[in-house]
């Protein structure tokens, strides 16, 4: 028997019960993202940063508050916080600041989560490192969005702060999306997702559909993801046009995760580091 009741993560011990706000496209993906194993990039990220911080004489060691932008579950904001720093997390889902609220206090980490649209967010104080990790930026499918946020990151950061983010590429999302099918089998989770690439408008849609085991049945739940592709000359023009340097591009290689290596024509995803 198959209940296409929508997930969702509650406030109370099981993730699974009535549907998300319509309007949350995390809504019911929250409940299962760490199932997926989808924390693991921000893992990755936070270990990468460990070496590339020290590559900047000024970076933001100074200021020990830090900004991770698209929060999601929490994952790097709680890395960050038991390094020692000063840590706050912005996200646009409420359901997925429900996870992070809810894995900081089983972890005892005071970190602040709030809810706000990453193209008007602001801060209370200027911070000294902002991080946006696992191609959140390739939501804003509109380069006028993408301009916005980059003006809230340029206003948000310290005279001597760092932008450090990751972002798929045209080329990336072309080779990865376009067409391509996954099944995973995680315990009694079932994920299956359909990717779809448009060269004419730079999307890729994925839709994902999931099963998880609820006692002798399983919930269904169907989300749409759109992401738009940006060329680094893309990238670099938008960070100028907001008023930040950019200082670095790094490539991030398959199977590997992020790099010193330089980025190519055919580099998928892209780490780009920029200051005030």
């Not at 020990?64 to 994952?75: E, K, P, W, Y």
């Not at 894995?103 to 990453?118: L, S, T, Y």
């Not at 990336?172 to 779809?196: K, P, S």
Request: charged content about 20%.
């Amino acid at each position: 028997m198959i209940d296409t009741t929508m997930l969702t993560y509650p406030r109370s011990p099981h993730p699974l019960d009535g549907p998300p706000p319509a309007t949350d496209p995390y809504g019911a993906y929250a409940a299962v993202y760490d199932v997926q194993g989808q924390s693991r990039w921000s893992e990755r990220m936070v270990a990468f940063l460990c070496d590339l911080l020290p590559r900047y004489e000024d970076a933001p060691v100074r200021s020990r508050r830090v900004l991770d932008l698209a929060c999601g579950t929490g994952t790097a904001a709680l890395r960050f916080a038991a390094q020692g720093y000063d840590v706050t997390g912005i996200d646009g889902s409420a359901t997925m600041l429900d996870v992070a609220r809810q894995k900081a206090g089983e972890e005892g980490a005071a970190i602040r989560f709030v809810r706000q649209d990453m193209r008007a967010f602001t801060v209370p104080e200027p911070v000294g490192l902002l991080t946006c990790f696992y191609d959140s930026l390739n939501y804003l499918t509109d380069p006028a969005d993408l301009a916005r946020t980059f003006a809230c990151m340029r206003a948000a950061l310290a005279p001597d702060g760092l932008a450090v983010f990751d972002m798929n590429t045209r080329a990336g999302l072309a080779a990865d999306w376009n067409g391509n099918c996954w099944v995973q089998e995680i315990g009694e989770t079932y994920f299956i997702q359909q990717a779809e690439w448009d060269a004419d408008t730079a999307l890729a849609t994925m839709t994902l559909t999931c099963f998880v085991r609820l006692g002798h049945d399983y919930r269904r739940f169907e989300e749409v993801h759109t992401e738009r592709g940006y060329t680094l000359d893309e990238i670099i023009a938008a960070l100028e046009a907001a008023g930040l340097t950019p200082l670095d591009a790094f490539a991030c290689l398959p199977r590997i995760g992020p790099t010193f290596e330089p980025p190519g024509e055919s580099t998928g995803r892209v780490v780009l580091v920029a200051r005030p």
